[in-house]
């Protein structure tokens, strides 16, 4: 989006996006893609009436394969944007950072 599309919305900053190298992109949709495959699982096991104590294992491992893919996501997010951002001055991404993290200990 240009500057002048950005301004006429009235929105200056939230539609920032990030080039991931080949090899981080492959690794992170390798991993979204086998959460889907675990979720869908998870939704066959209701629709088949599955008693609940085997669905929760696989509930709670579809929650260990997201939090998985945010450690990996979030240290690759330190490691390129933050310290980036940092080392050209822009202290409000620590601001950005910090926030984040509060979220995600929710």
Request: proline share 1%; aromatic share 2%; glycine share 4%.
């Amino acid at each position: 989006m240009s500057v002048e599309k950005e301004q006429e919305s009235g929105c200056e900053c939230c539609h920032k996006t990030k080039e991931r190298s080949e090899k981080e992109y492959k690794d992170l949709i390798h991993r979204l893609n086998r959460i889907e495959g675990q979720i869908r699982g998870i939704k066959g096991m209701v629709e088949k009436d599955v008693y609940c104590p085997e669905i929760l294992i696989q509930v709670a491992a579809a929650n260990a394969a997201l939090n998985s893919f945010n450690k990996v996501l979030l240290a690759n997010h330190i490691r390129t944007c933050v310290a980036k951002d940092i080392r050209e001055g822009r202290e409000e991404t620590i601001d950005e950072l910090v926030a984040t993290l509060q979220k995600l200990m929710r």
